[in-house]
């Protein structure tokens, strides 16, 4: 389906917080890839590092205490690392732009719905105001917000969550991005709602072509929109593959936890509370495998060995001794 090769590809990117208790390895080692029109989602629990790969795509985090340490972060083939910021800025919002998790916090309550499209359009847009004030008609209406002519003069306190969420993927969506990042886009919203916003995004993405990446804490989520998924704990991928051969044939113990934690028969919505204990401190990793202290299948080995993430089967990678072929064999025979 997706034959184009990848308009952004990320390469063993690291990012820490230097903190007077230590350094928090956000991002400790993530790859992936993601080709236009093409939907990846990133799931873990809160504190794994999703929100921290984002903003180091975008060029944001914030420094001092962070700093990206090592890798690659390639947009068209070139290393975003490398820019400068005002580059960085000219690509922010434009080529690559993102739904922050909090839609309350980033939009102006100050300014009309009106002008804070108009402003982004016109940062990345050669248009005049009156262009601009089309644009942005155009946008309200193209996220389904009834009324948009009116809906424009409003303020955000005026609209509900899911009309102010539908904002922010209009103002995401201001300069045609080609890669656009949702962090925890229907988090706030209550299930009508979310399936809602969720069939926008697969509606705008095959009108526009768009790749998507979808960061979730919700495999619920990642099972109606990705085409792709990452797993992440403790800021590494633990497992990575289509999102199909994941819900058949997952294997790293934490995702089969999550999954576990999916509501099936009813859709009352519970949360990932079912893993047993709670995710680690990330200034102090345990040795051997982040996992392995709430491991249901922990061996002696995986106290010692932090296990590297393995190809298991075409496309299908997985961070776990039971499936290291080496280090399984020490388990058994040490
Ligand atoms: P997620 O989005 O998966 O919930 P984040 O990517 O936001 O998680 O955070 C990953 C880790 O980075 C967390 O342990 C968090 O405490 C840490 N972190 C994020 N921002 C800062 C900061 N400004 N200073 C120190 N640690 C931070
Ligand atoms: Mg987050």
Redesign the pocket.
Known sequence: MHTESPILQVENLHTH?I?KAGI?K??DGVDFDIKPGETLGIV??????????A?SIMGLI?SP??KIVEGEIRFKGENLLTKTKKQMRNIRGKEISMVF?DPMTSLNPVFTIEKQLIETILAHESFSKNQARSRALELLHLVGIPDPKKRLKNYPHEFSGGMRQRVMIAIALACNPSVLIA??PTTALDVTIQAQILELFKKMQNELNMAIIM?T?DLGVVAEVCDRVMV?YA?KPVEYTETNHLFDQGKHPYTLGLMNSIPTINKQKKKLEAIDGVPPD?RSLPKGCSFAPRCKHVMEACLHIDPTLTEVNDHHFVRCLLYEETNSEKVVSP
């Open positions: 917080f903190t928090v956000a991002v873990g629990e809160s504190g794994s590092g999703k929100s921290m790969t903003m914030p205490p962070g998790q962090d925890e960061i804490h992440m800021g990330l």
